[in-house]
């Protein structure tokens, strides 16, 4: 991808479980945000955390950021079946925004 | 909210012939548009960012020619891939930025272009 990583491709779990996707990004950033992606649709936006953040919650959404890293973290807690769908982050500086891989999020139930 | 519209949804075309997709933001101003390809599987590939009365600018890799961009008001961008072959079959995805700074996307809903 133009900007970088994200582990695990595909994740697997059962409703009711956590799910956690991690993101690495490659330049400095203004801030990181993340999006989901149902099949063969555009993207909805989740949540945003600056660089200078740490970490930020919205509802069942708990997201980290490590700038010395250059690496995020999404967790999803008490997944539901809805939530099947593919998540990205991207890195926003310079009014560019740039995808990581993605990771296929796939919650049965 | 902020919506964004992208038409059409779906095409299909013969090699050779060239496509426009339209991208609109429908309730806000947005006088930086991004336009995004996506292969089967794979994320979002940046192929150039649409400013409103100027040139647009194209992501390294990406051929200017072969997909012109046109930023004519604040709330209409469009992508016309020329003189289309297979290998442009592809999801192309257009964006809008809003918030403050317009530092988050409103994304439309993508254009399956297929090229026979």
């Known amino acids: 991808s133009q900007q970088g990583e994200e582990d695990p491709q595909a994740l697997s779990i059962q409703e009711g479980e956590n799910a956690t996707m991690n993101c690495s990004y490659k330049?400095?950033?203004?801030?990181l945000q993340w999006y989901r992606q149902n099949s063969g649709r555009g993207l909805v936006h989740l949540i945003l955390?600056?660089?200078?953040?740490r970490e930020k919650h919205s509802g069942r959404l708990r997201v980290t950021l490590d700038t010395s890293k250059k690496s995020s973290s999404l967790l999803i807690t008490a997944s539901r079946a809805a939530d099947t769908a593919s998540y990205f982050c991207?890195?926003?500086?310079?009014?560019?925004?740039?995808f990581g891989s993605g990771t296929k999020l796939n919650v049965k139930p | 909210g902020a919506v964004v519209s992208q038409h059409p949804s779906w095409v299909i075309c013969k090699s050779g012939t060239s496509v426009k997709i339209e991208c609109r933001s429908l309730?806000?101003?947005?006088?930086?548009m991004f336009w995004y390809r996506q292969f089967p599987k794979q994320s979002l590939m940046l192929m150039a960012t649409?400013?409103?009365?100027?040139?647009?600018?194209?992501e390294q890799g990406v051929e200017k020619d072969k997909f012109l961009i046109n930023h004519a008001s604040l709330t209409l961008s469009t992508l016309t891939v020329t003189s289309a072959h297979p290998e442009d079959s592809s999801f192309y995805i257009c964006?809008?930025?809003?918030?403050?700074?317009?530092?988050?996307?409103?994304f439309g809903a993508g254009s399956r272009l297929t090229v026979l």
């Open positions: 955390i600056r660089s200078n953040e």
């Open positions: 964006s809008a930025g809003r918030g403050a700074g317009a530092n988050v996307l409103t």
């Open positions: 309730d806000f101003q947005a006088t930086t």
């Open positions: 991207a890195s926003y500086n310079f009014n560019k925004f740039y």
């Open positions: 330049t400095s950033i203004n801030n």
């Open positions: 649409s400013n409103e009365g100027s040139k647009a600018t194209y």
